[in-house]
């Protein structure tokens, strides 16, 4: 029953950098906001939705071990950042009437559920947005990674990757005025050209069980109930 279900059903990956707004740490209330308006508008169109929250605005363990931290607890803390994300979005779509259950790999019962797979799949089944947080619960990966393992264990049909830009592009759109973007790319072209989508283990997990990734422009107004539709738009990663 985990896999075979009527009902649209997808993995939204939210940045944390989304969450900071136009500022590089925290939160911006507005963003949450807005972010939630719109997934809630896609659970009232009657899709199960997922979410998956980065930390990039809190901590990233890349970084911090940089300057000497041992990795593993680097990460730990860009994992514990995640959860404040989630728990911000959370408070935004329950004050709009929606029911969401947060869920972390790290174990923290007072403020989330402990990762459930099956008891995730009955919360969507039910109409709750479940949210997860942080990560896999294991240093070295990222919270891309985590949004494609959850979509695979989840039967979603679709890792939704909400960015700053409005797709795929062959070089930096922000440098390269005459980037040019793409509409549909397979994996092993991302892979190969090193394009960024999401990091390479999050994209071979997607290749090698045939799960589409779209990439998409998170504050374009619209795009999120678009994107979570599976209406076009974007760059879609697939075989
Ligand atoms: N992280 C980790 N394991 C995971 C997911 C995340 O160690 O499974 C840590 C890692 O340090 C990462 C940080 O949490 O830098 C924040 O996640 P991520 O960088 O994926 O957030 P985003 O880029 O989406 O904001």
Known sequence: AMYDHGRRRV?????????????QLGIDPGVVQYLADAIASAVAENIEVAVVVGGGNMF????????????????????????????????????????????????????????????????????????????????????????????????????????????????DPHRNPHAVKFDRLDYNEVLTRGLKVMDATAVSLCMDNALPIVVFDLMTKGNIVRAIRGEKLGTIVCH
């Not at 990233?60 to 300057?67: F, I, M, N």
């Not at 619960?137 to 990757?161: C, H, M, N, W, Y």
């Open 11 to 23: 993995v939204l990956k939210l940045s944390g950098e989304a969450f900071a707004g136009g500022d």
């Open 60 to 171: 990233r363990g890349a970084v911090l071990s940089e300057s000497g931290m041992e990795r593993g607890r680097a990460d730990y803390m860009g994992m514990l950042g995640t959860v404040i994300n989630c728990l911000a979005l959370q408070d935004f779509l329950e004050g709009l009437g929606v029911d969401t259950r947060v869920q972390t790999s790290i174990h923290m019962s007072q403020v989330a559920e402990a990762y459930i797979p099956r008891r995730a799949v009955r919360h969507l089944q039910k109409g709750r947005v479940v949210i997860f947080g942080a990560g896999l619960g294991a240093p070295f990966f990222s919270t891309d990674t985590t949004a494609a393992q959850r979509a695979l264990e989840i039967g979603a049909q679709a890792v939704l990757k909400g960015t700053q830009v409005d797709g795929v592009y062959d070089s």
